[in-house]
């Protein structure tokens, strides 16, 4: 079992490799001298940085406001080397009302089952938070772009769409 804590971290974004279509996703953070990658999935950024937003807007208070954040936008590459510990399976998300700071766990299978699990634990203040969670969106939205008639990804060499009887576009 390895727990990575950072409290709170020098950097924590979500990046990629690979093309459109073709993308890895990760998490990374730095931190006391140590940088750990974990693989996640697609849908759990996207998820992760509605949830964020969703839990800044409904207790964050003033300073987690909408406009905070917007200068603080990590805009740089992922560090390199880029070498996942584990693959996220569970991630969970919490308000310390105590300290006002959204804390991330992620963990590489249910923290509840045995033997003890990986994990990566980032405590963020809520301005770092909505900068991380902006990321994220501006990730998932870098991807392949939809299908103006079924919103699915269009491949680069067309694709199938259900809405056209299969036929491609």
Known sequence: MAIS???PPERFV???VGPPGGRTFFLQARGGGRLVSVSIEKVQVSILAERISDL???VGGPEASEAVGEHHTDTEALETPIED???VDTVSLAWDEGRSSVVIECH???P???PPVDSVRVVLDPTSARAFARRCLAIIAAGRPPCPFCGQPLDPDGHI???SNGYKR
């Open 5 to 7: 804590d950072f409290d």
């Open 56 to 58: 800044l807007d409904n």
């Open 85 to 87: 510990e584990f693959r």
């Open 112 to 114: 509840e089952e045995e």
């Open 161 to 163: 769409c259900p809405r």
């Open 14 to 16: 979500a990046g990629t």
């Open 108 to 110: 590489d299978r249910d």
